[in-house]
């Protein structure tokens, strides 16, 4: 299953310059890299990314990653994905620009059945 990762320009910058990311500050305070499913993805942009421009939606298939991907409840007692490891850029399956129009970030359509 696919799940999703939204980066600022300079983190997604990083990451590929460096190979692997701890994750943006909220992931490195929380000690793992926080991801959403692709329901959970919009409601993620819109809480924690309201208005911002210059995004990047990445998108991580879980059984490459193994042990280190856990389940974990967070908003509203959803089940969310949580990396408990650094996030490797050969971890993505791939990587877009995530455009802001009308104060909405626009997803890729049938994100959420690309993901099953």
Do not use: N
Not at 51 to 69: F, H, M, N, R
Not at 76 to 101: I, T
């Amino acid at each position: 299953m696919l799940i999703f990762k939204i980066f600022r320009a300079d983190e997604w910058a990083a990451l590929r310059k460096d190979k692997e990311t701890a994750g943006a500050p909220i992931d490195v305070t929380d000690g793992y890299v926080h991801f959403s499913t692709a329901e959970q993805a919009a409601e993620t942009a819109a809480k924690h990314f309201s208005g911002e421009e210059g995004l990047y939606l990445l998108a991580v298939e879980t059984d490459s990653c193994g042990q280190d991907i856990k389940w974990e409840k967070s908003r509203g007692d959803a089940l969310f994905p949580h990396l408990y490891r650094k996030l490797a850029l050969s971890d993505l399956v791939w990587a877009q620009p995530l455009p802001l129009l009308d104060g909405v970030h626009q997803f890729p359509a049938g994100l959420a059945e690309a993901s099953a």
